[in-house]
């Protein structure tokens, strides 16, 4: 099935809807942005976003599978297996992909999250066939041998020191993390692993991961840039044609997050030099509980800490000036829930009571005196306008659908993104801050320079 | 457009010798400001890049984060409007506006939807001509200047990086963290930054870069009215020359981590130099660009030793770093150094094979390409072309002059950089083995 789709058409109704007539209903004179999907006889889902913009054109393939999807005791798997698929196939060599692509004048990489994983290459337009050739092979013909395990193994436990263990924040994310969604819970579970289950992962591990999840029906191919339909379904039907369909469990996230909530964690931590206070909220996704709030949560992410001239800033940095930054942000792209999260750099001298109560009285009166149709409608520009740019960039698109597509959403559904974002009104956005903002779904974290807060 | 811009990449891709087939306009103001014009008919927005002459390392003496935290205040509040209006007015017109500032250089950009650009410019304009430095405004940027000192203190990486720039370049302008010291940061008044904006803020040394769907007596029109007002003034003195290390330097800065940062420099040549495509040639043999270096295969690739291991060339206006960098456990960086060391004598004394020269010089002919993925990145394209003081019809020769790099340039040339007897080696964290100097 062919659809024809713009992915900003949706733009030119924002205005209908109800949006000022200010200088943001200008922003509507946009190309036209094509997009075609259609599904191959086994299963693969093909989106196609052409661009002539520049004469490069880049692949995507994403899994629909993540961190997530492991299980306790094998964590790590997904992101092990994800660094053993540039180690070869049946008529590759070990590390012969990359340079390949490199060769080729292109470049490479890929990338593991909670819910997908996923490869991408930038290359000149005569180099796709190349790349769909040899991306398809990894997706049938990937052969993961002891010795090209041992080394990467120390590879990937670098990587772990580099992104986490060398950095307090990030150590305190996955605290927070465990704590939200709890222990040993699919987003409870760090995306790297814990360290001492990845020492422990096997060929046999790292085959069976692959054989359960990488499958044609199991995986997105985007293909974005100076190309065609036509081409991209010829090819497409080429190289990823024959990979045969194969049996994929559904997966499974839990309903609801860790039961005992609301928790702090603290981590006190010589490598701090500066303090940060933060509060994450469990939330609706997309896919996942009360999704209808999905929208108004993006808008409320952007109205109270979207930026300078969001609530928290104001509030807090210019007007109190207790904090030197104040932030919120919500990513409603999530196969189970997600969280709202607040982050505030305290200014010296600010004890974090002072931080927690400040955030507390603006997250009162937001509920209690309401948003104003002028702050929505800022936030609503601020996001669209961003939409806008974003398609200005090759390798913004591929991203986006990546990670919408890979938890279950539709082209249709980015298609409309536009105009449900520009009818979201104050009071839903009141409605989404209610459902959200309760002590039973939360945790507040904050990490300091030396024990206990200051 | 696009077929301006894609006559453009393609050119840089494939057609080296069809000069003429690139399009950059340089157009020239009523009042004389200079600017590269490509007009990309498809863009929804206009991208502008621009810089001024001078950066961090001509702070004067006991400012040292001047021109930083001046770049920084440039857009909070010009004019009549206070922070607040006016990034009010740059959200409502979907416009972003922002300046920062290298060692050499004072860097802006404006991106704003083509059917706002009046609003953008005007904008720009009062940015330029009539910044506030409010009271609070400057105290706010102030103590965020200095929390990020505070942290990139504890960061690793930033740690090393710091630590090479005031080894290598000790005595030197380009030693100084641009971001200034937090006793200096403590002192700058108001004064002191309207003063830094009126020496570096004029005419003469302007480098200025559009992209978009605009014509060029339009553009002209509103560069004039942007810049225009501007004095033409005369740009601050060049940093002095730099005189490179004679001898090997180890330092070892300890920090409670378990995986040690390294760095590693080594003198190298400035863009000007006529070797400078050998030296990408050779860079991306040793360190460059993906997962197929020498030092990504014998670091990661065969001994497990990093995650990245990773060389680059560092051109500044008055010196020039190859820099390799690279992240291990602490039990174990030494032997990564080792083998980096190791990497280095094999490349100066051997050489690289006819097929590493020929697989280098496809990567970077087509690598520019690649990253010419939206209107802004075509500006600072632009823009830093000028600043290498290339011409515009440079895109048509660069496959040329990558081409003509033969083995034996990158042989000469891996004998004359990868000298061990000048290597800086900078390693953060708990390493185990190393010997730092006395």
Known sequence: MVRRRALLGGLAATAALGLSPSAFAKLFIVERRRVEAFTLANGLDVVVLPSSRAPIVSQTVVYKVGSADEVPGKTGVAHFLEHMMFKGTATVAPTEFSRTVSKNGGRDNAYTSFDSTGYYQTVAPDRLDLVMRMEADRMANLRISEKELIPERQVVLEERRMRIDNSPAALLEEAVQEQLFGRHKPYGMPISGYVDDVKKLTVNDLMSFYLKFYAPNNAILIVAGDTTVEQVRKLAERHYGPVPARKVEPRRRPAEGAADLPQRVLRADARVAEPRWSRHYLAPSYRKGETQHAYALQVLAHLLGGGETSRLWRALVADSKLALSAWASYSPASLGLTSFDLSVHPAPQSPMVEIESAVGSQLGKLIDDGVTADEVERAQNRLLAGAIYAQDSLSSGPRSYGALLSVGGSVADIDAWPQRIAAVTPIDVIAAARHVWRPERLVTSMLTPQAGSR | ?438
């Open chain 2, 1 to 438: 457009m696009s077929l301006l811009l894609r006559a453009l990449v393609v050119a840089i891709l494939w057609l080296p010798a069809a000069v003429g087939a690139v399009d950059i306009k340089v157009v020239t103001t009523p009042l004389g400001v200079k600017a590269w014009l490509v007009q990309d008919k498809s863009a929804p927005a206009l991208a502008l890049a621009f810089s001024f002459a001078g950066g961090t390392a001509s702070d004067p003496a006991g400012q040292s984060g001047v021109t930083n935290l001046m770049a920084t205040l440039l857009t909070d509040g010009a004019g009549p409007l206070a922070a607040h209006a006016f990034r009010q007015r740059q959200e409502d017109a979907a416009a972003s506006l922002s300046f920062s500032a290298s060692l050499d250089r004072l860097s802006g950009s404006l991106r704003v939807l083509s059917a706002n650009r009046e609003e953008g410019f005007e904008l720009l304009r009062l940015a330029l001509a009539q910044p506030r430095f409010d009271a609070d405004m400057v105290e706010q940027r102030r103590a965020q200047v200095v929390a990020a000192l505070n942290q990139a203190n504890q960061r690793p990486a930033s740690v090393a990086a710091r630590t090479l720039m005031a080894i290598e370049f000790a005595g030197h302008p380009y030693a100084a963290d641009p971001d200034g010291t937090p006793d200096d940061l403590k002192r700058l008044t108001p004064a002191n930054l309207k003063q830094r904006a009126a020496a570096l803020l004029m005419r003469s040394g302007l480098i200025v870069a559009a992209v978009g769907d605009i014509e060029e007596a339009e553009l002209a029109r509103l560069l004039d009215s942007a810049f225009g007002a501007l004095p033409l003034g005369t740009p601050a003195a060049l940093p002095p020359d730099w005189q490179p290390p004679v001898k090997p330097h180890t330092i070892v800065v300890e920090r409670p981590v378990p995986q040690s940062t390294a760095l590693m420099a080594l003198p190298s040549i400035t863009r000007d130099d006529p070797d400078w495509y050998v030296a990408l040639v050779l860079n991306h043999i040793l360190g460059g660009g993906g997962q197929q270096s020498r030092l990504f295969t014998e670091v990661r690739e065969k001994r497990g030793l990093a995650y990245g291991a990773s060389s680059s060339l560092r051109s500044y206006r008055k010196a020039a770093l190859l820099v390799i960098s690279t992240a291990s456990a602490n039990e174990r960086v030494a032997e990564a150094i080792r083998v980096v060391r190791a990497e280095l004598a094999r490349l100066r004394t051997d050489g690289p094979t006819e097929q590493e020269v020929t697989d280098a010089k496809t990567y970077l002919s087509g690598a520019l390409a690649l990253s010419l993925d939206s209107s802004g990145a075509v500006a600072s394209l632009l823009h830093s072309m000028q600043v290498d003081n290339l011409a515009p019809d440079h895109l048509t020769r660069r496959a040329n002059l990558i081409a003509a790099v033969k083995i034996d340039d990158v042989r000469r040339l891996a004998r004359r950089l990868l000298r061990e007897e000048v290597l800086t080696t900078v390693v953060v964290g708990k390493p185990v083995g190393i010997t730092a100097d006395p």
